[in-house]
């Protein structure tokens, strides 16, 4: 077998822990109980399986001469070694279960495990989508229920719970948006799509698939988007303004009336990215600032699990205007019965006909286990919890921000933030520290780095989410971190930064090498080869 050294991927710095006295190289490449552990492909070898089951006998192949003639050489691991593979590399896994996860935008918090609980329950675990939907009565009920506090809370008319993300809401809202123009005669008009310079990457990328022109907002000098600069590149050709509320540098769209107000005028949408909902939730409705559209991260406001931990769910709430557009399917309620609408009545002359779905955007009906996920965090937080919790989101940013305003620098000056605070570089100006190696350095003391280098239109962007449930000592101790190292880099300690991280099991990458000629292929190595 190979050291472990060697396996360290492309662009890992040797040498660095020689320089580092907490983490002396060791004769193993184990640091501690922390274990150096190779890929499958190093590790198993073709000569080995965890399983013993004997050769069939008296089978007749049917596979008409095409069966496989000889060994394939996939690696094999007895079942002890596959075990701990796979629970070694579970415990390189950070998440936040395991500590902060202060990611802008991201809304890391806490996944209470109430919600895991009614998840399992094997009523909702265990069904199928193709089931008849009278053996299924009560998922369709929790999915009418979801979809009533979810237009309750947002002040919408209709809900497509179908998508699977954020982005794929997006699409979602945006489809419907089309669809709109399309049945009143404007679609060939209104190829432009207006989206805020500081948006998530995801709102131009959902107009530009479209097939829409994407029409840059800039924002004012406070960080926010002024219903002037919106006036200015309105126009008939515009289809909808893709606005984010709060908006990414963490501040509330205080224009937001009167920007509604002026896309409806010019005959577009507005279009809400709602994936910030967590800091006004139970605080403002979004159909009262006259949003058209807007997908609902359950995944962030909600705590269902992400990340790694989970597939997402973007449900998107739609306005009067463009209710009708919805996607199917629909769940339906007709006295204590629940009908999930699949078809387009049109069609056959039936149904609905003031409904004009779009079409469908998945197979069958979205993330069933993050419908009950949510709705369980709804039911046991109840609507002052709900509030409680957006309260609690912004107070903990606002102590963050107040907390380490004489060391770090905040872009547009000491005002309350929303749910998330950002800091900008200029802290670390002349210091020879950049933002990336800041948020490294943020690994070795143990905590997951926040957002960097987003929103762009703010210089070396430092992003930071801490959420409702982190709590005050959690706080401080990340603050202490945060506090310490801004004064690391502004006393010259500089190889601190640079080598960071020192501590983790691998080092800092070469970034640009693994951008630009990503190894995507396991090759084994020439003398393994020849041996096999
Ligand atoms: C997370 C996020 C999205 C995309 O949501 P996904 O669920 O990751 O697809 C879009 N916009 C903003 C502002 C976000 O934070």
Redesign the pocket.
């Known amino acids: 077998m190979t050291s472990p050294t060697d396996e360290r991927p492309a662009g890992a710095r040797e040498g660095d822990a020689a320089s580092c006295p907490a983490a002396p190289e060791t004769f193993s490449g184990n640091r501690g109980l922390d274990i150096e552990e190779p890929l499958l492909f190093t590790l198993g070898s073709s000569q080995k399986t965890g399983v013993d089951l004997p050769e069939p006998r008296g089978l007749a192949p049917r596979l008409d001469g095409v069966a496989r003639r000889g060994p394939i050489g996939l690696k094999g691991l007895s079942e002890p070694e596959t075990l701990r593979h796979y629970v070694r590399l579970s415990r390189r896994n950070y998440a936040i279960d395991s500590g902060i996860f202060p990611l802008g935008?991201?809304?890391m918090k806490h996944n209470p495990r109430l919600n895991e609980r009614v998840a399992r329950l094997p009523g909702f675990a265990d069904v199928h989508p193709l089931q008849p939907q009278q053996t299924v009565q009560g998922v369709l009920a929790l999915m009418d229920m979801l979809s009533h506090w979810l237009l309750t809370m947002t002040g919408l008319e209709a809900v497509a719970l179908s998508p699977k993300?954020?982005?794929?809401?997006?699409l979602c809202g945006m489809i419907a948006i089309k669809a709109a123009h399309e049945a009143s005669g404007e679609a060939e008009r209104r190829r432009v799509v207006l989206v805020p310079e500081s948006?998530?990457g995801?709102?131009p990328a959902t107009a530009a698939l479209l097939g829409y022109r994407v029409r840059a907002v800039p924002a004012d000098s406070d960080g926010t988007v002024r219903a002037e600069a919106v006036a200015e590149v309105l126009g008939e050709d515009v289809a909808a303004l893709m606005l984010?509320n709060p908006n990414?540098c963490g501040l509330f769209e205080r224009d937001v009336v009167e920007i509604a107000r002026l896309v409806h005028e010019a005959g577009a949408y507005f279009y809400c990215?709602g994936?910030?909902l967590n800091a006004i939730l139970a605080k403002a409705r979004p159909g009262d600032l006259g949003v058209d559209a807007m997908?609902i991260?359950l995944?962030?406001t909600f705590s269902t699990p992400?990340g790694g931990g989970g597939p997402?769910s973007?449900p998107v709430v739609f306005s009067k205007a463009l209710a009708p557009f919805a996607p199917l399917p629909r769940v339906v309620r007709d006295g204590e019965t629940f009908h999930l609408v699949e078809h387009d009545g049109r069609a056959d002359g039936g149904g609905d006909t003031r409904q004009r779905p779009f079409g469908r955007l998945t197979a069958f009906h979205g993330q069933m286990g993050m419908f009950v996920r949510a709705m369980a965090y709804m039911l046991s937080h109840g609507s002052d919890g709900l509030r409680q919790a957006s309260e609690d989101a912004v107070l903990n940013a606002n102590y963050l921000r107040a907390s380490l305003r004489d060391v770090m620098s905040q872009p547009f000056g000491d005002r309350i933030c929303m749910h998330e605070v950002l800091f900008d570089d200029a802290f670390l100006k002349g210091t020879g520290v950049t933002t990336l190696d800041f948020a490294k350095a943020l690994i070795d003391e143990g905590f997951h780095p926040m957002t960097i280098y987003f929103p762009l239109v703010v210089h070396g962007a430092l992003l930071i989410e801490p959420t409702e449930s982190e709590s005050r000592a959690s706080l401080d101790q990340f603050i202490a971190s945060l506090r310490a190292l801004a004064e690391a880099a502004k006393a010259g300690d500089r190889d601190r930064f640079l080598a960071a991280p020192r501590l983790a099991p691998r080092r800092r990458l070469d970034e640009t090498r693994a951008a630009r000629k990503p190894v995507l292929r396991w090759m084994a190595p020439e003398p393994a080869r020849a041996a096999e």
């Open positions: 935008s991201c809304t993300a954020g982005a794929h809401g997006e948006a998530h995801t709102n984010t990414t990215d994936a910030n997908h991260n995944h962030k992400h997402g973007g």
